[in-house]
C-alpha cells in the first residue's frame, strides 16, 4: 500500500521549496527529489537540459524488463506566485479536508504519489510486473517545455512506454489533448498626423480587422472532435501606437490557436497568414510578419485500448464502482509534458489522471483536495498489482 500520510508529507515539503517558473527554478526541488529517491535506496538519474537545469530519473526493474513499462512523468517548476492568495503559498496548511499552496495540485501532489509509490515497492521488496519508471522534468510550465524535449532527445522513452502524468485532473481521466500554436502577428503601415489620417496607414486598425476576421474564421471551421470540442481562437496581447494623434506604423499582437484534429499547428499558421495577407491587400503600403512563440503543440490522442488506458479505467472502475469520466470541462486544454511526449514520439499510450483540478491549479489559493490524493494512492497500488 501507498503511505497516504508520507504523501501528503511529502507534498507539503515540497510545496515548501519555491521552485517558481519564470523565477527560482526547480534546481532544489530536483535535489530534494534525488535526494529522497536515494533514501529508499534507488539510484536516480541526472540528466542536464540547461544550465543547473536536470531533469531526474529513476527505475525499478521489474519481473519481465521487457514488458511495456509503467511510466510517471512528474514536473519540478510551477508557475509563479501572483496575487492575491489569503494562505501562505509556501506554507502547505490544511484546512477542511483542502491541502493549500503554489504546485498543491499543479502538480507537487501528483509528484508526491509517484514518490509514494516507489516507495511503496522498495519497502515491501516488492518486483512489479514490469519496470516502474518515474521522470521528474523541469521546464514544463514555460512556452518552450525543455525537459519533455530533452527526454525524448536522451532517448529516455520506448514506443510502447505507458505514460501517466498525475497532473490535476480533477481525478478525471484525459486521453486527449486539445492543441496550440502560439504566434506573434506584426502589422507595419506609415506613420501621419491623426488630422491629415488619409496620408498614413493605420496599424492599429488593419490589426483589428484581421483579428476580427480570425475570430470569424476560427468560428466557422468544420471540426468538432467528441473530446476536445471546436478550435478556439484568442488575441492575448495588443500593443501599438504612439500618442493618441499619431497614426500608428506598428501594431503587434499575440495570438492563441487552440486547435483539435484534423488541424495541426502548421495549419493553425497557415490559417493566420492568410487572413492578414487578405487584408492587408486593403491596405496598400502596408505588411505583416508572423512568428511563432515557443513549441509546436499539435493534438494528441492516447488510444482507447493501450494498457494504461484499460488499466486506469480497471482499477477506478474496482475502486469507486464507475468508470473515470473522460473529457469534459476540466482539462484537456492544458497542454502537459505527457501530451508534449505524444506529440513529440508519436506515442498513443499517454494520459493524464491526477489529484487535483485543473481550475484550482496556476490561481491564488491553489489547493488539493487531500480525499483525491487519497484515492491516487489506492488507484496507482491496485494499477501496479494488477499490471
Ligand atoms: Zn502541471
Redesign the pocket.
Known sequence: MIDFDKVVADTRTLISIESTNPGVLEAQCADWVEQRLRGMGLEPHRHPVEDGRDNVSVIIPGKDRTAPRLVFVS?LD?VPIGVGWTRDPLGGVIEDGLLYGRGAC??KS?LALTLGLLEALTTNGTVPPADVVAFYTVD??APRMLGAHQLVTDGLLRPDDQIL?P??SGMRLRIAQMGLRWVTLAVTGRQSHAGRAHLGVNAAHIMSHIIVELESVFAGLPFDDEILGKPRFTCGTIHGGVATNVVPAHCEAELDLRIVPPLVPEDAVRIVEQVAARVVTGYPGSSFEVSTLGAARPPVRASDDSKIVRSLRDSYLRLTGALPEIGGADGHE?Y??SAMIAALTGSTSSTVLGPGATDE?HTADEFVPLADIELGCRLLWDMIERW
Do not use: C, I, L, Y
Request: glycine share 8%; net charge negative; aromatic share 0%.
Open positions: 514536473h510551477t499543479d502538480m501528483g514544463e510550465e502524468a497532473e490535476p492544458a502537459t509534458d491549479a
